[in-house]
């Protein structure tokens, strides 16, 4: 059992399917922005598409855009969760991917002090996760 595979698409299921697309869209920028793809980064992506499905294929915005198309709290911070799961999923939380989180929780209008406090759930969640491997290890 794989960690990535565990936490991927805890929230995606809040989301319409037109969120979706842009969704993965922002999940293959967020992967691309520190030019580096990390296997737990592939697998996680990998997780997404497989909970989401087929029928639903990425579609690019703009981060101005964002906020219209996940226009309500509950999307906004279902999206918000993943990425950030998907950020520090790899263990190394680049500055690139800070950047891109910066402006995304800009854009969808969310406090810093929510930021902070979604962060470090985000952090927690994985560790518990990493603990929880180790137990099912033979």
Partial sequence: MRITK????????NLQPDQQA????LAQSLVAADARVDVAESSR????????????TPRACTM????????TRRARVSAF?????L???DGDYHASEAAFITNLAAAFSIPPEDVDDMTSWV????????EA?????D
Avoid at 123 to 130: D, I, N, T
């Fill in 6 to 13: 565990d936490l991927a698409g805890m929230f995606l299921s």
């Fill in 22 to 25: 842009v969704f993965l869209h």
């Fill in 45 to 56: 992506l990998e997780g997404f598409i497989s909970e989401i499905g087929t029928v639903v």
């Fill in 64 to 71: 101005s855009e964002v906020a219209t198309i996940f226009n």
């Fill in 81 to 85: 969760l993943e990425l950030l799961a």
């Fill in 87 to 89: 950020a520090h999923i």
């Fill in 123 to 130: 952090v927690r969640q994985l560790h518990l996760l990493r």
């Fill in 133 to 137: 491997e180790t137990f099912l290890e």
